[in-house]
């Protein structure tokens, strides 16, 4: 268990029966008074935002976070799969749960899953993957109509902007922080 | 910049500690490793090595013996700890100014509070003797706002003080409603007499011994300093430390010895008043900053 003590910016802890993390934390204690400590959570299964003022004495069961290395197999409809690889177990997530991480999920590729107890609530993935484009309007070269960039669609369906030399077929590679192109794949 | 930061503190130490020294106060130092604070049910000491021995939590048994010893006028710029504090107006160790007065209750501090203040923002902030929290400016040289507290709950709150009290709400609401609504004010403001259970060591108005003269100083929201009449009645006195000994134990709080030597002597008291500012707070407010560990060399964490 945790107690007031041990409260600060970062930490994990089971309210209501979900995982919160703690994103803001202060300790105020008027003059003489009873010490406060005020915190803010994030629900980390639906990102809702929550303030809390807990007192001395207070305890928090931690919430056990698992993070493992998962490879993704296969979507149906909005259910996405991921196995663990040693052990052959797998888990199901909703595209909801995903946000925009299902842009860049392509078969076999290899994400950190978050577990909570036996649920998967979210992924990390790679700062950085390759993609291959399928679909882009060609480049007339020596066009000077002055736009630097193009619509692309790659192999998971995400549509973003590519410089205009990019070519269908191409590999580009993705920064999946900001969603963005960052460079061509050479071969 | 943290290095103009420390500037600045340097200058507002410097121009409290000329305040007093103009004023005829003599600066004491007193140990800061004592065998006993004064028992409080919301403050925890650290202790040492040396058996019950503990840091300061404030100056203020010592100086009070210095006022039974005779001396009329004190102030004290001290290290003082307290066990668990830590927030973003709040650090374990810190700087505390206390001045003491005999012949004098807690009206002649407050003049004191005014007077000290214009003093610091005029030789700290020369250019527009201002303070400044959250972004609001608040002028010493202005008119000074006195509330009581019961007025201060009732008309900012809508609610009854000892209400709040019974039903283990003060706090909160102070925090919550009425430290915002200080912050509303363009001067500092004195928030005065409280209920006697919030009073350790304050004497009770002798118009009503449901109040203490005690008061708070709040500039911009910020909870500055703490003063009141001190109470010299030494069977109240430990009537009132065993009080808090009983708290904590309910509470599942360490028990605290008292400062016998303390409670012997005070009947030797004058009729005195005695304050304690938090200076690094008040280092915030000429720095215009929110954060107190904007205005340290170093936090606990950096160390």
Redesign the interface.
Known sequence: MYTVADLKKGLKIILDGDPYLVVAFDFVKPGKGQALYRTKMRNMINGSLLDRTYRSGESFEPASLEERTMEFLYKEGEHYTFMDQQTYEQVVMEEETLGDAKNYLLENLKVEVMLFGEKAIGISLPNFVNLRVTETEQWAKGDTSGNDSKPATVETGYVLRVPPFIEEGELIVIDTRTGEYSTRVKG | MKIDALWLRANVIKAVRDFFWERGFLEVETPLLIPANAP????NPIFTTLPSWQLQTSPEICMKRLLCNGHKKLFQISRCWRS???????LSEFTMLEWYRSDCDYQTLMTDCEGLLQHVAAICQPDNRLFVHNAAKIDPFASWQRISVQEAFTHFGQVDVWDCLDKGL???I??AVI?PALAGFGSPVILMDYPVE???LARTKPTNSGLAERF?LYVGGL?LA?GFSELNDPTEQRRRFEEANCSRSN??QDILPLPEPFLKTLALMPESAGIALGLDRLVMLTAGVNVIDEIVAFTPEEL
Request: glycine share 8%; hydrophobic share 25%.
């Open positions: 409080e049910e919301h403050i668990n504090e830590r927030g973003s107006r709040h003060y706090e909160e102070l925090t430290e919030l009073a350790a708070e909870e703490n509470a599942g």
